[in-house]
């Protein structure tokens, strides 16, 4: 191939030249003609075609053009969804992951409250499992075992799992991880091994948290922002019904008017941010600070002692019931909405029918509320009750989180 082509091959390869290819005809005429192709492997890019222009009369870069063009050709962004289903009294959402080679389907609990992905795994005891679906690494082409790396959780509930550490590929829809650290089990607690339908947990907060020694490793979501279109991911959950964990977009149908957005606070390692205030129905705003986490791990909303006695006086026959370790109330009872600050200018209300949680017991009589005390928790959680109220953006960049109606 001539020198110019082979030049201008390798220029266009490296986005610095036209997306056209000249093609030189073989006539002996002493003329030729020309004819263009289009090149399809040339990404429109401004920055390197500005930054031609000025390498071709000796202009120095920008420093800002600099970093534009070392940015270099964007290569294809991803997405990916899961569907949200919730178990019963949406207690926990469950979402379908692929972990491995051939892909196995796990149902994962995805937690915006933890950092750590462990699913039951085939070195568990079989009294440890039941019914659950395991990852066994040993089926698993594209496993590899991370030496001597272990881990160990404890939840807020008291539950509990550790084992050890292999790096697989995890898929979330059409999202895919190659070297994601997928925990195995070794051994878990009796409140996972009687939740028969979840098969492990896929923690979304920030790696801080992570449990692996000696090396903590990264979360899906944040070993996926760099192949991403946009580094954030949504959840968007749903009363009784299916909805959906979003990755890398924001689905403007997903939400009614304006995505409002608040600071977090990531130095626990959550998504902490500070509610402002809240209001009980039509009841006035009150102002009072509510430093809490988007926790979609949690299923309830745990809230200040004040607000929670607040919330209760407005619910006849409510009452702290010691045995239930909760406020409780008649199930018949008419609740009022909750309705908490995003800012000065938003509000998420959350329905009055989400806060009747569900029975004590089997008579159906008495309820347990979806609004308890986050007494010796340090923090109010926004739980699945809060969130699925709500259209969450979580953007770990930007360290903010996106509030909006739906
Ligand atoms: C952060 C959550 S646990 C989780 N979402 N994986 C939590 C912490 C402490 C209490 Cl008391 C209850 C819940």
New binding site residues.
Partial sequence: MPALLLLAASLVASGLASAVLPRIDSANTGTASLKQVRNPHFFPHGPSALAKVYHKYGVPLSDDLRLAVAGGIPHKRVTGSGVASPQQYDVEYLTPISVGTPPLVLNLNL????SDLWVFSSELPPSEINGQTVYDPTKSTSAKKLEGATWEIE???GSSSEGDVYIDSVAIGDLTVTAQAVQAAKNVSAEFTADTHDDG?L?LAFNTINTVQPTRQKTFYDNAQSILDAPVFTADLKDDAPGHYNFGYIDSSAYTGNISYLPVDSSQG?WMFTSPGYAISKGGYKITEMKG?A????TLL?LPTSVVLAYYKQVDGARYEGTQGGYIFACSATLPDFVFAVGNNARITVPGKYINYAPTDSSGTTCFGGIQKDI??GFS?F?DVALKAAFVVFDGPNQQLGWAAK
Avoid: E, H, Q, V
């Fill in positions: 937690d915006t409250g933890s939840y807020g509930d947990l923690g959550f986490i926790d979609t791990g949690t745990l010796g928790i959680i739980g």
